[in-house]
């Protein structure tokens, strides 16, 4: 029998709570039909901190994400928090978790499913069996870097600035994660930078190829600049299998890797931080959209970002990748069945709430078990 896992749920704002009552149900049902049992505690986060406590997330709830095994977070914001002051806006809840758990690779995957190759807006063919990762440095870089700033000219023009800053151990530390996870996958690690016209492009560059050398040359690595990295991602996106990249390029090419796959309602993602002596990396899963105030409470949101993104939480938390395979194997298998929520409804599909896609999920999870 596997140990408890400790999960700490913040289900947030909107559909936040909505898509996470099927991941409950899901967590339900691995108590009660696999080797592993999870101890979950729920919180407040965001809008709905906000209202209970005044702060968009408190010291103990911050103190439980430390202590937790990994954090699973829903989604937070809403139009009755847009005259909150600054620091309490809903989304300061999620900045502070990721700042204080220093979790600094952000993996957003990009998998087309067969049942819904026609919500792409590429051609079937160029996106048919696309299953890639990408690796985004997000903590440092142009984002946060050093001196920035609006001055005015001794002309009187005015200059906008900002630095793009990485150090070594920066490159190094989201290099390896990306490195490790291409061997738990298909063992290809694209390496994307402007080393042709940035200097913190040529140090990334020399990083990761030391790094390679010296840890990981199992591993095939290759180099590419950012520009066509775009290029390629919509014109042969299954080549690549991991791909690691800054801040800046890496928020970019994964809105690119994501809208290859069709809707916001099916995207997961996961932000990593360090590991420490005994392998154990604190992290951070959640779907990669918003609260959707516009369907909020009307059991119209799709369960499945959510869902995968627990599916993330027990390979990249947990090592349980035959139990992240039986969760992804069953969303494919409902999709296959033509059950659809509104936003990936497609021509003959049976257009259901979140709740009925919940159960079709957990009827399948009892077959695939069975
Ligand atoms: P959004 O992602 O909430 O919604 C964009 C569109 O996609 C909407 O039409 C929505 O109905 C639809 N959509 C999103 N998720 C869906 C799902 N699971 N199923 C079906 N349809 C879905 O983005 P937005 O409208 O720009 O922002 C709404 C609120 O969410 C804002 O307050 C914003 O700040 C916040 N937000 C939060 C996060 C987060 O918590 N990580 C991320 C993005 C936006």
């Known amino acids: 029998m596997a140990a408890n896992k400790s999960l700490l749920i913040l289900p947030g704002d909107g559909i936040g709570p909505e898509v996470m009552v099927q991941v409950r149900r899901v967590i339900d049902w691995f108590d009660r039909r696999r080797a592993v049992t999870f101890e979950v505690e729920e919180d407040l986060v965001g809008g709905a901190a906000y209202d209970a406590h005044g702060v968009p997330l408190t010291d103990e709830t911050l103190a439980t994400a430390m202590a937790s095994d990994a954090v699973l977070f829903g989604a937070v914001g809403g139009p009755q928090y847009d005259d909150a002051p600054r620091a309490m806006r809903p989304e ?45 440095e997000s903590t440092g870089g142009v984002y946060f870097g050093e001196p920035r700033g609006i001055e005015t000219l001794p002309d009187g023009h005015r200059r906008g600035f900002d630095t793009q800053t990485y150090t070594d151990e920066e490159i190094r530390r989201v290099a390896a994660a990306a490195f490790d996870l291409a061997r738990q996958r298909r063992g290809h690690l694209t390496s994307v930078e402007k080393a042709n016209v940035m200097e913190s492009g040529v140090l990334w560059r020399e990083v990761v190829t030391e790094l390679h050398k010296e840890s990981y040359s199992d591993v095939t690595l ?149």
């Open 92 to 136: 300061v809840g999620l900045l502070r978790l990721r700042k204080e758990l220093d979790l600094f690779a952000n993996l957003r995957p990009a998998i087309a499913f067969d049942a819904l190759l026609d919500a792409s807006t590429l051609k079937e063919e160029v996106i048919r069996g696309l299953d890639l990762l990408i690796v985004r």
């Open 222 to 370: 290759e180099h590419m600049y950012a520009d066509n990295c775009a290029m390629q991602l919509v014109r042969q996106p299954t080549r690549f299998d991991v791909i690691v990249t800054d801040n800046l390029f890496g928020d970019i090419l994964s809105d690119c890797a994501a809208m290859l796959t069709g809707s916001l309602g099916m995207l997961p993602s996961a932000t990593l931080g360090a590991a420490d002596a005994t392998g154990r990396r604190r992290a951070l899963y959640e779907p990669v959209h918003g609260s959707a105030p516009d369907i909020a409470g009307k059991d119209m949101a799709n369960p499945i970002a959510c869902l995968l993104s627990f599916a993330m939480l027990l390979r990249y938390s947990f090592g349980l990748e035959d139990d992240a395979a039986l969760v992804e194997g069953a969303v494919r298998h409902v999709l296959k069945t033509g059950v659809r929520t509104a936003d990936i409804m497609g021509p003959g599909a049976a257009r259901v709430s979140t709740t009925v896609m919940g159960d079709a999920i957990l009827r399948e999870l009892d077959k695939q078990a069975a």
